[in-house]
C-alpha cells in the first residue's frame, strides 16, 4: 500500500469500504506469499497458487459493486498481486472468465459466475501457429453435427492456465466460416495438451491446446452471438490488457521496494559508504515511470467499463507502454544489489524472466504499437474529412476544445 496510499485521491470511485477492502487484500496477500513453494518446484507452485486463488475467493475478496468501481479495484487488485510475484496476476478476479460472464448466455453465465466465485480458472484459447497477432486468420474450425450441435477441432499454442484452467475460451471458425468463441469444459474428452517448458511465468502450465472434434452447443456454449468473436475478443482486451499492465507494474514496484530496501540495509551496516548518484537517480525515475504508467492502466481500466470510445486505444498502446516500463525499470533496478539479484533463487532474476513473457502475452508489442498508430492516423483522417475544408478563424470554443 505504500505505493498507493499517494495514489487515493486519484480514484474517487472507491469509497472507504472498497479502499480498505484493497487494503485488507494487500494484506493477506503479504501473509501467504511467506509459504510459497520455491519457484522451481513447477507441480507445487501451480497447486499453491491455485489453493491460493481458492482461499482468495472464498475470503470475499471481490470488487464492489458498479462497474467502473469495480474495475478500477481490480486493477489496484493486480497491482497489489504483481507486487509479490507476476505468478500471482490470477489470484483474484474472472479473469479471461469476463468473456463469460459478460458475453455468454445468462445460465451459462450464471453458472461459471458460481464457478469462479468459488476459485475456479479460465484460460483462453486464441493463438495459432500462424502467429497470434494475426486472430483474423484462425483456422481452428467447428462442423455441423446432425443434431444441431458444432464439433471443434484445431490447434492452439502457448496457452497459459493449461492444465490449471477449468474452462476454455476458445476461438474458431464457425459452420459459415465466421469467428465465434465458445466456452469449452477443461474435462471434456476432446482436448490434448502439450506442456512446454517457459523461459519465465512458469508457475501457471503453458503449451498446446489441441481440440478433437470437442462437441459445442450453438444455444449456450456460444461467448457472443455467432460470429461476433473479433467482437468478444477486442471489447474483453480492452478491461483485460489494463489489469495485465497493472500486475507487471506491481512486479516492477516491488522490486524497486526490495532494491531500495537492500541498498538503506548496506548503508546502515556500514556495507556500502554511501549510496552512488546512479543509484539514487535510477531509483527516483523508475519509481516516477511505474506511478505513472499505473495512473495510465487506471484510467484505461476507468475508460473500457464506461464503455468509453478511447478504450481500445488506451489499452492496446498502455499494455505495451507500461510493460515496456516495467521491464525497462526491473532491467535498471537490478544491477543496483549487485550479482546477487543475478542468482536463480532471486525474485528480481524471476521478475526479469517473468517480465520478458508480458512482452508477448496478451499481445506483441509492436503489433500494439502498430495498433495504436494505425487508429490515431484513422482518426485524424477522419476529423479532417468531418470537418469543412474552408478556413475559419479560432473562436473561443475552439480553444476551449
Ligand atoms: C507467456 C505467454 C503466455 C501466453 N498465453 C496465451 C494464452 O493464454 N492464450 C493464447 O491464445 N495465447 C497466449 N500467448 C500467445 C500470445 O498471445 C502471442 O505470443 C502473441 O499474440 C504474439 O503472437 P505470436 O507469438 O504468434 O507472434 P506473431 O504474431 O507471429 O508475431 C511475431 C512477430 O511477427 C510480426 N508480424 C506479424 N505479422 C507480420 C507480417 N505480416 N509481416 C511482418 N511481420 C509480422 C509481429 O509484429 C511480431 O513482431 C501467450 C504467449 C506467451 C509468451
Redesign the pocket.
Known sequence: MTWLEPLRSSVPELEARAWDSVRRLADELAGLVASAPPAGDRAARSRWLLGLRRRLAQHGHRPPAGPVAAAVWQTLAQFCAGFHDLDLRDATGPGHGAMILTDADEATAQSWRGRLHRGELV?????ERH????IQEITTRARLRRDGRWLVSGE?C????LMESAGFVVFFRDPDNRISAAVVDAADRGLEREVIE?FG?DGWA?GVLRLHEVPVGPAADLVGPAGTGLDVFRRHFARFRPLVTATALGTAAGVHTLVVDALAARCRVGVLPRVRDNAMITLGRTHAEITASLLAAITASRLAAAGHRHAYLAARIGKAAGVDTAHRAVTDLAPLVGACGFQQASPIAKARADLT?LL?????H??LYRSGGISLLHRSAASAVAQPQTHHPRTKTDTAA
Open positions: 484460460g483462453i484459447a486464441a493463438t502467429g497470434g497477432s494475426r492452439k502457448w496457452v497459459s492456465r517457459p511465468l503453458w513473457g508477448y502475452a496478451d499481445g506483441i509492436d503489433s
